[in-house]
């Protein structure tokens, strides 16, 4: 069975019939879902999910106990290094959903540093990723870094600063186009 990473912004609660058309098109296709723990888009997935009665789902939390499981549906526990606090605790297990996932539906606010950081692990990978971009509310499916520079090109300034500081954004592009573009 195919799996997708579905996760997204905190500051995304609220599912509109975009992001639902697509958790439904996943439901029809049988596929199944990893998602993550957190409130917000996390959360919102979940209740979705739940609300539908979809069992294919697999919840992943960092650390000893879960934040949100709205419908008792298995989970995976993944342990951060030793000493691992903050944004990188939490890593850990999206490391873990994007290395699991064929595919990837990120719901980005253009502004979560963890969210394109997801987008970034799955097309490390080489992963197909739909990302539901909020400003625009539409959605775009990336397969390698170049596609993603559009988006990045609409995020504010303030926040691409703290991209580049926080998830070493520009040497990831940079170490992508190598791999897409060897000498």
């Known amino acids: 069975m195919k799996e997708v990473f579905v996760g997204g912004s905190?500051?995304?609660?609220?599912?509109?019939?975009?992001v639902r058309a697509r958790l439904e098109a996943m439901i029809g296709a049988r596929l199944g879902v990893l998602v993550g723990d957190a409130n917000?888009?996390?959360?919102?997935?979940?209740?979705?999910?739940?609300d539908q009665g979809y069992r294919t789902v697999t919840v992943f939390y960092s650390g000893a106990q879960y934040r949100n499981n709205l419908s008792n549906w298995p989970t995976q526990q993944v342990q951060p290094g030793s000493?691992?606090?903050?944004?990188?605790?939490?890593?850990?297990?999206?490391?873990?959903?994007?290395?699991?996932?064929?595919?990837?539906f990120m719901l980005w606010d253009g502004k979560s540093k963890g969210?394109?950081?997801?987008?970034?692990?799955?097309?490390?990978?080489r992963k197909k990723v739909v990302v539901y971009f909020d400003p625009e509310q539409r959605c775009y499916t990336l397969s390698s870094m170049d596609a993603l520079r559009p988006l990045l090109r609409a995020c504010p300034d303030d926040a691409l600063a703290g991209f580049?500081?926080?998830?070493?954004?520009?040497?990831?592009?940079?170490?992508?186009?190598a791999e897409a573009n060897p000498a």
Request: aromatic share 8%; no cysteine; glycine share 6%.
């Open 10 to 18: 905190r500051r995304i609660s609220r599912l509109n019939e975009v």
């Open 83 to 104: 000493g691992q606090r903050g944004f990188l605790f939490y890593v850990a297990k999206d490391v873990a959903m994007a290395k699991e996932a064929d595919y990837g």
């Open 164 to 177: 580049r500081r926080s998830i070493e954004l520009e040497a990831r592009l940079q170490q992508a186009e």
């Open 115 to 125: 969210t394109l950081n997801n987008v970034l692990n799955l097309i490390e990978r």
């Open 40 to 50: 917000g888009a996390d959360k919102a997935v979940q209740k979705h999910f739940a």
